[in-house]
């Protein structure tokens, strides 16, 4: 039987197209072949390679002058490749909210200077900067964010208000078409997939075509994102099936009615557990209300000896992977696009049930 999965990556995938990858493992597309199997340069890899770029510019109504390109490394790649290309020894302004900006923040320092405009570690990330605690520099080379902070669970209602002109780049790992964006207002955007998106070892990056162009010439081929650009994320061999499920899963989306019901179905599965949240004695959100993630809900029982019962209770039940992340403790519950809202329901049942066995003092 499958337990309610709440990992924060790898995550959930929609189980239809589990069942269609399944299929497709042995034979893609009535090929005779696995997809696993096909080369990447033939007919049927290339199809899905083309369909799954078409889903994604559909999906989130991507400009023409954009980019969109399938690479690996993860989001920690990006986290270098972005100042390694764009940075050349001048200055980069970062929000700094979480663990994964300041890794960010870490590897543009190789490559120039980094400001950071603004920061959340003085309530340990709990909230999302304001622009009345937002200073950006005179003419940064980019400004770069993290939209959604996995780990302490909490999300930017809106992008940094960024002066005119300044590129706007986002780490967008872990809500990239948890609802409607606006591409436009992004120089470059990535993601690795494994959180919202599809499997660990693909990681989607959408970026302007002009800013593309502005990269550093003289890095490895690799590391420029001009070669995947040109060569339609088929310079070297691509991430064949993590392309192939993030495919799917946008298929499944676009069915599902697109980013605008993800967002409607997000805000209602994320309503439902912090309102219960709310009302509990037992248990109690981890962030500032304003900034609270639709995708990551972390939250904390009345002592860390009951945080440890709860998710040591939960797992026996069936609910896995909402132990916190090892550098803040308590619970988290993972809850993306995937996620079933009849999960969230049978989670807060749990809840309520462990709240009567265990009462607050
Ligand atoms: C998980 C995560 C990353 C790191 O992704 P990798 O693919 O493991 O390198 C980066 N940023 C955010 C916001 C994440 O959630």
């Known amino acids: 039987m499958r337990k309610w999965n709440f990992s924060s990556?790898?995550?959930?995938?929609?189980e239809p197209v589990l069942a269609r990858a399944q299929a497709a493992?042995?034979?893609l597309d009535g090929s005779g072949i696995g997809v696993l199997e096909h080369s990447h340069r033939g007919p049927e890899l290339m199809a899905v390679l083309a369909r799954t770029e078409a889903l994604v510019r559909e999906v989130a109504n991507v400009p023409d002058d954009y980019d969109v390109l399938f690479l690996q490394g993860g989001g920690s790649s990006q986290f270098f490749m972005v100042p390694m290309?764009?940075?050349g020894g001048g200055t980069a302004d970062y929000c700094a909210t979480g663990v994964w900006s300041q890794k960010a923040i870490a590897e543009a320092g190789r490559f120039g200077t980094v400001h950071v405009a603004?920061?959340?570690?003085?309530?340990r990330f709990t909230s999302i900067p304001s622009p009345a605690q937002t200073t950006w520099s005179a003419a940064p080379a980019y400004a770069h964010f993290t939209s959604n902070n996995t780990i302490y669970g909490t999300q930017w209602r809106e992008e940094p208000a960024v002066p005119p002109g300044v590129p706007l780049v986002c780490d967008a790992s872990s809500d990239l078409f948890s609802k409607p964006i606006d591409i436009g207002r992004y120089a470059l955007i990535y993601a690795g997939a494994q959180k919202n998106l599809g499997p660990a070892g693909v990681t989607l990056v959408i970026a302007r075509k002009a800013f593309v162009a502005r990269g550093r010439t003289d890095l490895p081929t690799m590391l420029q994102y001009r070669?995947?650009?040109a060569h339609q994320s088929m310079f070297n061999t691509p991430p064949t099936f993590g392309i192939y499920i993030l495919g799917e899963v946008l298929a499944w989306l676009k069915a599902e009615g697109g980013l605008a019901a993800m967002a409607a179905r997000n805000q209602a599965k994320a309503a439902v557990l912090y309102a219960a949240l709310d009302e509990s004695r037992q248990f109690r959100g981890v962030v500032r209300p304003d900034a609270r993630s639709l995708m990551n809900v972390t939250f904390r029982a009345s002592s860390g000896a009951l945080d440890a019962a709860f998710v040591a209770e939960a797992e026996a039940a069936g609910f896995s992977g909402l132990a916190g992340h090892r550098s803040v403790g308590g619970m988290r519950a993972s809850i993306y696009n995937a996620f079933p809202p009849a999960g969230v329901d049978a989670l807060v049942g749990f809840m309520r049930d462990f709240e009567a066995r265990h009462p607050a003092a």
Do not use: I, N, Q, R
Request: aromatic content about 10%; charged content about 15%; hydrophobic content about 45%.
């Open 85 to 87: 290309s764009f940075l």
């Open 118 to 123: 603004c920061s959340s570690e003085a309530d």
């Open 227 to 229: 070669t995947h650009a």
């Open 25 to 27: 493992v042995w034979d």
């Open 9 to 14: 990556g790898p995550a959930v995938l929609p």
